[in-house]
Nanobody, 126 residues
Framework: QVRLVESGGGLVQAGGSLRLSCAAS????????IGWFRQAPGKERDFVAA????????YYADSVKGRFTISRDNGKNTVYLLMYSLKPEDTAVYYC???????????????????WGQGTQVTVSS
């Protein structure tokens, strides 16, 4: 069992930055790949970024590549999403999710979330 809690969201101006955290409870956290998703009002949930269990492989959606960085600290049971150069279109509720089935390289086409967090709101003003 893994419980995920996101934090770090808020209101920021365009061009600003935020760091989201996904804190996990459960002894098996280090076995899971962790992904970040986001959902804007009236839109589907999009896959934003992911990192393998050991941090050796990462994935980024084209829309955030070069602006977002995902990292993890298994000693602290936490995954981070550092977001730079934020745009109004980045406004959404951001969720983290855990997938036990990923291998040594993130494969977004095979992602299957075993656990979800409750989400944190990110609002980017223009």
């Amino acid at each position: 069992q893994v419980r995920l809690v996101e934090s770090g969201g808020g209101l920021v101006q365009a061009g600003g930055s935020l760091r989201l955290s996904c804190a996990a409870s459960g002894r098996t956290f280090s076995n899971y790949a962790i992904g970040w998703f986001r959902q804007a009002p009236g839109k589907e949930r999009d896959f934003v970024a992911a990192i393998t269990w050991n941090g050796g492989s990462t994935y980024y959606a084209d829309s955030v590549k070069g602006r977002f960085t995902i990292s993890r600290d298994n000693g602290k049971n936490t995954v981070y999403l550092l977001m730079y150069s934020l745009k109004p279109e980045d406004t959404a509720v951001y969720y983290c999710a855990a997938d036990l089935g990923q291998g040594v390289v993130v494969d977004p086409t095979l992602w299957s979330s075993d656990y979800w967090g409750q989400g944190t709101q990110v609002t980017v003003s223009s």
